[in-house]
């Protein structure tokens, strides 16, 4: 239930495993979580050499605006939160 089949491989969704941060053209600050560099390359096509490189500290230039940190959080009580809001 918690999966999906891509392939040979399956994606787990249970954990978010980064945390990206960036600004809009407005300027509002928008915070997303992932949960897996396949799934930032589909939402937001940074390269996976990029997204490594971007968690070990190093600059990417291309995607300087982007802020990748990351995190274990349970998805589960994200979504639940994201109900509630």
């Known amino acids: 239930m918690g999966y999906i089949n891509q392939g040979k491989k399956t994606e787990q969704r249970k954990t978010f495993n980064l945390r990206i941060s960036w600004e809009d053209d407005e300027g509002n600050k928008i915070v997303k979580r992932f949960f897996t560099k396949n799934h930032v390359i589909r939402e937001l096509g940074i390269s996976y050499i990029s997204i490594t490189r971007m968690l070990r500290g190093e600059l990417v230039h291309k995607y ?5 940190e990351a995190i274990k959080e349970k998805a589960q009580l994200g979504i639940v939160e994201q109900l509630y809001e």
């Open 64 to 68: 300087k605006q982007y802020s990748i």
